[in-house]
């Protein structure tokens, strides 16, 4: 059986609810498993929460609740977030499911068994925060750089993952681009970041706890727990079957799915899915991921967006602006996908007016409105008409897909922009107002030019605003289906719909208040 195109998104952390940082990696690994779909390829999209360790053991102390209790709420917020931001996920695993607890104890299990797990006394400063030891080098002003938090020491006598046996292994399937089994990281950046690191030396990491009670107990020494990071990491084979098959075998999905395709991510967390994650696989006898994907970071005045920090913007307080999909249109807009960037309220409005509301919206309403009030909605294909402008957007549609296979999600959303705004000065140019007057022939062809833009736009901007995209199908009356469409791109597709409509006001306008000087604050 075929394997299905398989992406993952971290499992977020329930030490609080989520934002729109956790929206921006579900709602791009939602763009491309609707890309997927849309092209017939099967998909198998993985996202979830991360509930053991320390930090969220705090948490819920911090909130009287038990553990589980507190996990069981948080979690379902991120499961509510995600119904509401139209995320099409088909697997939501949290870390306390039983299932994937037996397949962390057979993970860890073949580990110790092949000799990769010894015990040792460690020593190191331990950020509760990033769940993660620091060395001295990371510290700014003896404060975890992230967090700003001042790391706690500890010193225990736990089990040790023979990392540091990977690292010639690891250098070679993440450099070499002709090997059969090449780990690609993206962007080419963090690859040659995660490279210099590794070419420094690699170092066994500690993957146990003496004291920390809520975690997944060592198979073979009950007296530790599993470090959060080891247990975490397992989901996205647990998610898919591993260890779950009848007396502890692998299930058949398993088989098939694995490996992944793409781990989107941002870079925060590159070297657990880089180095550390590989190099568990590689000692487990699995082949690695193909593609780990890092975007960079949402940043407020400069200062990563954080749970901790408390700098956040929800995606309940962006869908209440905006509505879903020009959320998640403008999370995706809002910069490169893969560089950091700050963002604002105030900046999301501009975008949306300039992009939406003035280009998109504008193209959609007017065009409409032109074919219902000149031919009634019924738009036949004219006898002299030829796919003249579609040479003109051939190469806008290839730059999308183009953009798309390389995750450059927001230069997709430029190309659907670059199509908009194409017809509407071609809508200026050729005055349809004007036609009607005089020349009722060539009226017929720019509507008709016209609308089936219309029909490409809704179809392009489908992985992306999934509800605007069947608003603007309904009012084509398309009996053509927007994958259908997606797969014949970017030949010429003749309009199938006989009764346009208008649709409603897709994006209106968004005011925006401005200081006493008429400057936008
Ligand atoms: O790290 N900008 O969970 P987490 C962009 N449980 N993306 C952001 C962001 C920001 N300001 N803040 C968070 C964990 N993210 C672990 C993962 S996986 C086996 C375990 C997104 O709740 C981004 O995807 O801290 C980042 O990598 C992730 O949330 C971290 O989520």
Redesign the pocket.
Known sequence: MKKPFYIT?????V?DAP?I??T??TVAADVLSRWARLRSIETFFLTGT?EHGGKILEAAKEKHKEPKDYCDEISGKYAQAWEQMDISYDRFIRTTDPHHQLAVEKFISNLHSNGDIYKSKYEGLYCLQC?KFLSPGDLQDNACPDHKTAPEKHCEENYFFKLSKYREQLVELISNKNHPKHFEILPEERRNEILGKLKLGLEDISISRENLPWAIPMPFDRSQTIYV?ID??I??VSAIGYGNGPENTDTEEFTRAWPVDIH???K??LW??CVIWPAMLLANNLPLPKRVFA?????INGQ????TIGNIIKPAELVEIFGVDASRFLLLNAFPFGADGDISIAAFKEKYNAHLANNIGNLVSRATNMATKYYNGTLAKPSCWEPSVFDELKPMFLKYENSMENLKLNEVLDSVIAVSSFANQYIDRQAPWNLAKTDTAKLQVVLYDSMMIVKYIAALLSPFMPSAAEKIWKTLDEKDTIASTIQKMPAFMPLTGSAITKPENLFPKMPIPTDEAGRHP
């Open positions: 998104t971290p499992i977020y952390y030490n934002h940082g956790h921006y990696t991360d769940e990071w975490a990491l989901n996205y989107l991510l941002a925060d967390i657990f899915h975007h960079g970071f949402f940043t990563k967006m954080s749970k």
